[in-house]
Every structure is written in structure tokens, then in C-alpha cells.
């Protein structure tokens, strides 16, 4: 039935040895080159200017590779939760599927309808995809590393250490809306044009209760800088996650809004708007926002791994590897860090396999109606406790933490509408 | 419609818990992290098709699955159809098309000289091998059809009795109501028994 010279290099793709030997091969190859070329970079390592272009250069390639995994990720979680298989014919797992993509987008026609605005219809993917790899600066991946063969000059793993860290990350997610805008608006396209102003409404509504939530943390911290916040919580044992839960929540739905995710993906979902933004896009361009959606994706988990969880800190209630600033212990840190971000990640897949689409009328007021006064409830509160001066405690903030939660559950228990309205909330159709 | 015909319905209130909506997200997180985790479940259920397919499973039932059409052959190796028309006009999507003609048999009026299917038309909604008096179109458990034009997939009489040949183990015929369900060896009852009085 089928051709059996076709059948045998299917098989040859699937077997375990090509993809795990092929891939080991690689890597050993990798690992022998750098060993060979170690005398010529040495000195680059722990040059403070150009070990983190090496960093930057490691890193971009790292997070574009695992943004075309995360394509692969997405289906086979997606099939995981729905009782079947993801992708397994390309590769062993489906691991060559990313290959199998992306070679599909670059052969596929790529079309440029005539009536669209041509600057802006090109410029709405590289936009949106370039923007959202640039938060990616300022992330410490490892703290920092003392070099053996030149001791007492620290490197840091941070590309750029940005004194206002936290709101370049936040600036730079503003930007990303433009992406969208663009898109919709130069597609020329009713449907389109509502997909990207829904989408852009979204996502400026939604940078509020990150504001609010990040501003609490700040006032906690004391610093913006995103590697001191990560060093204070792994000196002291105590993520912010356990000291302020709420602001992370906050922080954690607001990342959900701004990378256009479920439940909040009604800019792109198919059974709304066809395809939204994204209609007129074909081929590359399509590809481009979806790679700029998973890098907008691994941005915010990174971001919230570094300001919650303790960034590269092993365990929560140890200060185990704070001061440790080995080479070994650098790399362990990398590993632990990309550990979580990856957890994250699976968290968000998880979340659009579980929950429904909010409509546009529901997310808004979820917002503007629930999110936006438990930020500043939260943030009043964090201001009073730093007035008090216990800010510092985790006890205090824990308790505020606890006590804004009461107070929302009395509010909610109040009236007897859902916080996201009512379909009679809506204005009614026009006779 | 009256007044009191009409049920006013509110939708059900939310207890202050629900309408937070995080302990309902972590309900369903525990349902589908469960699905997530249950390799023995994924599979039994997933089919690693072509390798796995439901014949093999032997969860596919043979005797009622509709998949393409054959033309049966009698006992006598002659064509089971007597052109009736019948089929044709059953066809929601008309996809079959006949051409009748005089039967060189005694016992037939009629037979086809032509007996096109569409395939790529066809619903297979099995009504044409209800509707069939003889039993002679019948629906195969093979469903892997491939073909490269539009015109390779209209099957004429000849592909449709090469089929029947290709399946008529897999699938044995049914022995049509005229020919006493069997009983007179394959021809119709008016030929093995001219002589009996009958009611239908």
C-alpha cells in the first residue's frame, strides 16, 4: 500500500538512534570545537564587555530554538491533554516537527494581497516578533561567574543590566502592540481591523494590573534592577511568590492577556474573527507572529521566574547557591533557571487546554472591573505597610496578601452577578 | 403562546468562592493534568495508523461498516444486479448511474450493461444497499481509497465486481428475499419454483 522505499525512511526518521545519535553527535561535535578553540576565547570570558555578547549571542540563539520547540511543545501538550499523541511521525517524539515547520513555511507561497498598505503589512510581523526578543536583555540567567584563571574579576550573566529593569521589560511589551495594530489595521480587512484593535485593547488594559503588581513588588524590593531582585531572593530563602501571592497572580493572568493566550486569545481565535490579525498572512509572516507570540510567551515566563521564583535559586528556603560564583555552579544556575521557565511554559499550555475563551466584553471587565481595583487595593496596602516600615517582612506582606484576599471574597459575595457581567449586561441589539 | 407558557429562567447564582473563578480553573487543571499523565489510557486509545488500524484491532465490525461499494456476483458468477433503478433513485447525492439493458438470462428482465459510483461524490450513507431489492450493491469494510484524478474514482462495473472478488471473503454476500434467502441456490424463486402460489 504504501511505497516501501518511503516506509523505510519514515522508519529511518523515527527511530530513537538518528534523532538521539544525530543529536548527541552534535552536540559532541559542539563540545569538541569549543574545547579545541578554548585558548583563542579565553580571555573573552571574562572580559566584563564581552562575556555577556557571548551571553547575548548564546541566549538569542537559545530562546529562537525554543521558540520553534515551542511549536512542537504546544501539539504534543495539546495531545497529551486530549488523550492522544502529539506529533510522532517526524522524528522520535515528533522532535524533527519544529525542521518539518519550518522548512513548510519557508516553501509555501507567500502571498501579499493588492490591497493592502505594503509598508505597514510588512513591517506588522517583523515588529511584532523583533520587539518581543528584545526583553530578553536584561534577564540574569546565572548571577554572576569568577572565572579560574581570572580570579577577582566578576562577569555577570546579564546582558545588560538596566537600572530600570523592570520598566524596560514593561516598555518593550508596550511596543509589541504596535505589531498588532499594524497587522490588523494594513490588512485592509473589516474582520482584521477588529481582530487588531480587540487585540490591542486587550493588550493596553491588561498593562495596568501588571503595573500595579509589579509596582507592589517594587515597593518590597527596593530596587528595579531585575538581578537584585533575584540575588535579594535568593540570599534571603524567601520568593516573593510566598510573600506576595496576589501581585502574582495579577502578574500571571496579566501575562496570559498580553501574549494573546487562552483564555485570552479572542484576537486570533479561529471561531471569532476567522483568523483576526493574522488573516491576510501567509507563509513566513504568519510564521513570524506566532514565533513572536512563543517569544512573547518566553519573555513573560522568564520575567516571572526572575521576580517570583527566585530566578536561579535552587530550593525555596535555602540561600544554597547565592554566593557561589563558580563556573560549575554558573551553568547549574542556567540549568535551574531554563528548568523553571520551562515549567512555566507547560503551565501556560496546560491553561489553554483547560479553560474557555473569554468573550471581548468579559475580559474587559475583568480587567477595568476586578483586576484593576485589587491592584490598587494591593498597592495602598504595600504603601501603608512601607510607611510602617515592615515592609521587609514576609509575614507583613503575606498578611496583606490574605487580607485583600477576604476583602475580595466579601465584595464577591456581595452581589450576585459573575465579575465578568452578565449577558444582559449588554447593550441590547438594535430593532 | 400564552403568558403562562413562558419559564422565566435566571442563570444559577455563584457562591462568592466561584466567582473568582481560580477554584473551578484548578478543578479543571486536575482533570487535565490527569489526562496528561495517563500513558496506559493514550495507548489503548490512539490508533498508530498505518501500523495500528481498527481491522487489526478487530474493533472495526465488518458486517455494518460502510465503506466502498462492490457488485455482488450470484452463485452463477453472473452480475447480481437486475437494473432496477432502484439504488440510483435512492441516492441523495446521485451518484450512481446505470444503463439497463435486455438480460441474456431467462430469468431476468433486466441487467446492466453500465454501473457507475462516483466515489468522490458518494456519502456512503448505505441508502442504495437498502434500497436494493437483490442485494447485489453492497458496502465493503475497505475504506482506504486513493486515487490520483477526479475520473480514476468513478468506478465502473468492472472495478466494482473486481472489488467484490477482493472481498467477498472478508465479507460474505447476503442472500437477497428472491431467491428464498438462499434456499434455491441463487436463482429467483419465480425460476426454481415457477409453479407455487405466492402472496408477495
Not at chain 1, 267 to 280: D, I, P, R
Not at chain 2, 22 to 40: A, E, N, Y
Request: aromatic share 12%; proline share 6%.
Amino acid at each position: 500500500m504504501i511505497d516501501p522505499t518511503v516506509r523505510r525512511i519514515e522508519n529511518l526518521l523515527r527511530s530513537p538512534l538518528l534523532i538521539f545519535g544525530g543529536g548527541g553527535l552534535l552536540t559532541a561535535l559542539a563540545f569538541v570545537v569549543l574545547w579545541l578553540l578554548f585558548p583563542f576565547y579565553r580571555d573573552l570570558l571574562s572580559h566584563p564587555f564581552w562575556f555577556p555578547v557571548i551571553v547575548m549571542a548564546v541566549m538569542l540563539t537559545l530562546i529562537l530554538t525554543s521558540t520553534a520547540v515551542c511549536i512542537l511543545f504546544e501539539r504534543k501538550i495539546a495531545g497529551f491533554t486530549q488523550d492522544r499523541f502529539g506529533p510522532n511521525r517526524v522524528g522520535f517524539w515528533g522532535l524533527l516537527q519544529p525542521l518539518a515547520d519550518g522548512l513548510k513555511f519557508l516553501l509555501k507561497e507567500d502571498i501579499t494581497p493588492r490591497h493592502v498598505d505594503r509598508p505597514l503589512f510588512l513591517l506588522a510581523p517583523a515588529l511584532a516578533l523583533g520587539v518581543s526578543l528584545l526583553g530578553f536583555a536584561i534577564i540574569p540567567w546565572a548571577g554572576e561567574v569568577e572565572w579560574p584563571w581570572a580570579p577577582g574579576v566578576r562577569v555577570s550573566t546579564q546582558v545588560f543590566s538596566l537600572n530600570i529593569g523592570i520598566l524596560y521589560l514593561l516598555s518593550v511589551g508596550a511596543v509589541g502592540v504596535y505589531g498588532i495594530v499594524l497587522a490588523g489595521y494594513a490588512s485592509n480587512n473589516k474582520y482584521s481591523f477588529f481582530g487588531g484593535m480587540r487585540a490591542a485593547a486587550q493588550m493596553i488594559s491588561y498593562e495596568l494590573p501588571l503595573g500595579l503588581a509589579l509596582l507592589c513588588l517594587l515597593l518590597t524590593t527596593g530596587t528595579l534592577r531585575l538581578e537584585e531582585i533575584v540575588e535579594q531572593q535568593a540570599r534571603s530563602g524567601i520568593w516573593y511568590v510566598f510573600m506576595q501571592p496576589l501581585p502574582f497572580l495579577l502578574v500571571l493572568v496579566s501575562s496570559f492577556a498580553e501574549a494573546n493566550r487562552t483564555p485570552f486569545d479572542l484576537a486570533e481565535a479561529e471561531q471569532e474573527l476567522v483568523g483576526g490579525f493574522h488573516t491576510e498572512y501567509s507563509s513566513m509572516k504568519f510564521a513570524m507572529f506566532f514565533l513572536g507570540e512563543y517569544a512573547h510567551l518566553v519573555t513573560g515566563s522568564a520575567f516571572m521566574v526572575a521576580l517570583f521564583f527566585g530566578g536561579w535559586a535552587p530550593l525555596p528556603f535555602t540561600s544554597w547557591l547565592a554566593d557561589n560564583v563558580a563556573w560549575w555552579a554558573m551553568l547549574l544556575k542556567l540549568g535551574i533557571y531554563l528548568g523553571k521557565v520551562a515549567l512555566f511554559i507547560w503551565f501556560f499550555m496546560l491553561i489553554r487546554w483547560t479553560i474557555p475563551r473569554f468573550r471581548f466584553d468579559q475580559l474587559m471587565r475583568l480587567c477595568w472591573l476586578s483586576l484593576v481595583p485589587v491592584g490598587i487595593g494591593l498597592l495602598i496596602g504595600v504603601a501603608l505597610l512601607v510607611a510602617l516600615g515592615w515592609h521587609r517582612h514576609w509575614w507583613a506582606n503575606l498578611g496583606l496578601n490574605l487580607l485583600v484576599l477576604l476583602i475580595m471574597l466579601w465584595y464577591a459575595g456581595r452581589s450576585k452577578t459573575p465579575v465578568t457581567g452578565r449577558q444582559s449586561d449588554l447593550p441590547p441589539v438594535p430593532a | 403562546m400564552r403568558d403562562e407558557d413562558v419559564i422565566e429562567i435566571s442563570e444559577p447564582e455563584l457562591t462568592a468562592a466561584e466567582r473568582l473563578y481560580l477554584p473551578q480553573i484548578f478543578d479543571g487543571l486536575k482533570t487535565t493534568v490527569r489526562h496528561m499523565f495517563d500513558l496506559k489510557r493514550r495507548k489503548e486509545i490512539v490508533h498508530q495508523y498505518p501500523e495500528d488500524t481498527r481491522q487489526g484491532r478487530g474493533t472495526l465490525r465488518v458486517s455494518n461498516y460502510r465503506g466502498v461499494h462492490r457488485l455482488n456476483k450470484d452463485p452463477d458468477g453472473r452480475v447480481a444486479c437486475v437494473a432496477c433503478f432502484m439504488c440510483s433513485t435512492a441516492c441523495p447525492v446521485h451518484c450512481i448511474h446505470i444503463e439497463a439493458g435486455e438480460s441474456p438470462w431467462p430469468d431476468r428482465e433486466k441487467y446492466p450493461v453500465k454501473f457507475e459510483i462516483d466515489e468522490l461524490r458518494c456519502i456512503y450513507c448505505g441508502m442504495c444497499e437498502e434500497a436494493c431489492p437483490c442485494d447485489a450493491i453492497e458496502l465493503t469494510p475497505h475504506y482506504e481509497l486513493v486515487g490520483r484524478t477526479r475520473e480514476e474514482m468513478i468506478f465502473d462495473k468492472e472495478k466494482l465486481l473486481q472489488i467484490y472478488e477482493e472481498t467477498k471473503h472478508i465479507k460474505p454476500r447476503k442472500n437477497p428475499p428472491i431467491t428464498d434467502y438462499g434456499l434455491t441456490g441463487g436463482q429467483s424463486r419465480d425460476v426454481a419454483q415457477p409453479n407455487v402460489e405466492r402472496k408477495v
